[in-house]
Nanobody, 125 residues
Framework: EVQLVESGGGSVQTGGSLRLSCAVS????????IGWFRQAPGKEREGVSC????????YYVHSVKGRFTISKDNAKNTAYLQMNNLKPEDTAVYYC??????????????????WGKGTLVTVSS
C-alpha cells in the first residue's frame, strides 16, 4: 500500500521560508514521480510543482517559479518542497502526491493517484 505523509507546514511572515517534506512508502522502486499540490480556502486544488521519477526533472507552475524548489531523495524515500519568499497568497493546505508519471498540460499539473493528508502553510502579511 502506497502511503505519503507530509510534514513541515507552519506559520511564517511574508518573505519567509518553509521546507515541506513528504515521506513515501509502498512503491517497489524509486522511479515514481512526486507532485506538490495546494488548496487555499474557498479555492480549487492546484498543482504547484512536480518532479519526474525517471530523470528528476522538475516542473513549476508560473506562480511559484523562482521561489519554490522540489527535490526527491530516493535513499530516504522522501521528497521536499523548499518554499522561499513566501507570500500571503501561498497560504493553503499543501499535499504531496505520487504516481509513476508527472503530467503537465498548459501549466496545469494533473492530479496523481496517491495522496497524503496535507499540511497547512499560513503566510501572514
Amino acid at each position: 500500500e502506497v502511503q505519503l505523509v507530509e510534514s513541515g507546514g507552519g506559520s511564517v511572515q511574508t518573505g519567509g521560508s518553509l521546507r515541506l517534506s513528504c515521506a513515501v512508502s509502498g512503491f517497489n522502486s524509486d522511479g515514481y514521480s512526486i507532485g506538490w499540490f495546494r488548496q487555499a480556502p474557498g479555492k480549487e486544488r492546484e498543482g504547484v510543482s512536480c518532479i519526474s521519477g525517471t530523470d528528476n526533472s522538475p516542473y513549476y507552475v508560473h506562480s511559484v517559479k523562482g521561489r519554490f524548489t522540489i527535490s526527491k531523495d530516493n535513499a530516504k524515500n522522501t521528497a521536499y518542497l523548499q518554499m522561499n519568499n513566501l507570500k500571503p497568497e501561498d497560504t493553503a493546505v499543501y499535499y504531496c502526491a505520487a504516481q509513476w508519471s508527472c503530467t503537465v498540460v498548459q501549466d496545469t499539473i494533473w492530479p496523481m493517484d496517491y495522496w497524503g493528508k496535507g499540511t497547512l502553510v499560513t503566510v501572514s502579511s
